[in-house]
């Protein structure tokens, strides 16, 4: 089964801090991606990438970096938090020729007070 | 604009009531439309992929649609187990890799 990890399910922190969110995928995808799910508003993606140290913006990008140095890992870098970025992140990693089967991991609750 | 809508945002069933759950798109050109499942406290899990209209596919309870202009998830005789949030996804064409998904529809199935 694929596996996507996100170690940290729930993270507080300050506004203007800096917050760094890893994601692992044991599967050997090309791709992978970060969302936010918000509420009424559904899935929206930020970045993702399609090969090592490459990257693409997504919907929302903006307040967001990425950050891919090795295949099984997509981090997200918030590098100044304010508290609209309070949200549920979601990483996702998806086959070249399975693209569109995105496997998710559990999720991180962000909160910035 | 792409826009995808789910219909109802939410849905009480008991159990063995048959009913179905609408996605509605608008979009340039749809290369693919996808359905997952959501479990509180998860990330969604894949259910379902249709590239065409007449497009069909089932998974035990579950039978997804697909139309030119929306998609039904149709549960027959549910079970409790199958309370969940159903989300909808499309790709459309000059979307590399990108996925747009809708809100959502928050189903609870009572015994």
């Known amino acids: 089964d694929v596996k996507v990890t996100q170690s940290l399910r729930y993270l507080v922190k300050r506004t203007g801090e800096k917050v760094f969110l890893e994601c692992v995928q044991d599967?050997?995808?090309?791709?992978m991606f970060w969302y936010r799910q918000d509420p009424g508003l559904g899935l929206r993606l930020i970045y993702f990438s399609y090969d090592v140290k490459m990257k693409e913006k997504g919907d929302i990008p903006e307040g967001y970096s990425v950050s891919r140095e090795k295949k099984e890992r997509f981090s997200l870098i918030l590098e100044s938090a304010s508290t609209n970025q309070t949200s549920m992140y979601l990483c996702?990693?998806?086959?070249?020729?399975?693209?569109?089967?995105?496997?998710f991991g559990p999720g991180t609750r962000l909160t910035v007070t | 604009e792409d826009q995808v809508t789910q219909s109802p945002e939410a849905l009480r069933l008991q159990e063995g009531e048959s009913s179905s759950l609408n996605c509605s798109y608008t979009?340039?050109?749809?290369?693919?439309l996808f359905w997952y499942r959501q479990d509180p406290g998860k990330g969604p899990e894949f259910l379902f992929t249709l590239y065409s209209a007449g497009e069909e596919k089932e998974k035990e309870r579950l039978k997804a649609t697909l139309t030119k202009k929306e998609s039904f998830l149709h549960i027959t005789a549910p079970k409790p187990e199958d309370s969940a949030t159903y989300l909808c996804?499309?790709?459309?064409?000059?979307?590399?890799?990108?996925?747009?998904f809708g809100a959502g529809t928050r189903l609870a199935v009572h015994p």
């Open positions: 996702a990693s998806s086959s070249r020729d399975r693209e569109y089967e995105q496997y």
């Open positions: 979009v340039s050109g749809l290369r693919g």
């Open positions: 996804a499309v790709q459309v064409d000059g979307g590399y890799n990108k996925l747009i």
């Open positions: 599967m050997d995808h090309e791709n």
